[in-house]
Nanobody, 121 residues
Framework: QVELVESGGGLVQPGGSLRLSCAASGSIFSIHTMGWYRQAPGKQRDVVAIINSGGSTNYADSVKGRFTISRDNAKNTVYLQMNSLKPEDTAVYYC???????????????WGQGTQVTVSS
């Protein structure tokens, strides 16, 4: 059994910063890609940033230069540092991990429960 737990969301003024964290626990053999997605009301879930096991990153154009994704493999944790936040960044943010478990030795997709980020004055 694997569980992803997110933290760090909240209300912030435009121009402010937030740091999201997502920690995985359970019978984990390895974790490949980690990422963050977001879903605004009435819209589809879109990718924000991803980081592979080698540390290579990719970002949505809308967040390049403002958001930074990082990972701590020893802690099975992925982070999203969000700076210069804008009202259009308001959404529920979900973390994602591609995890291989000890039992199956197969990779499956796992998602966090979601954390609300609201950017408003």
């Amino acid at each position: 059994q694997v569980e992803l737990v997110e933290s760090g969301g909240g209300l912030v003024q435009p121009g402010g910063s937030l740091r999201l964290s997502c920690a995985a626990s359970g019978s984990i053999f390895s974790i490949h890609t980690m990422g963050w997605y977001r879903q605004a009301p009435g819209k589809q879930r879109d990718v924000v940033a991803i980081i592979n096991s080698g540390g290579s990153t990719n970002y949505a154009d809308s967040v390049k230069g403002r958001f930074t994704i990082s990972r701590d493999n020893a802690k099975n944790t992925v982070y999203l540092q969000m700076n210069s936040l804008k009202p259009e960044d308001t959404a529920v943010y979900y973390c994602y991990m591609g995890i291989v478990t000890w039992r199956t030795r197969l990779e499956y997709d796992y998602w966090g429960q979601g954390t609300q980020v609201t950017v408003s004055s």
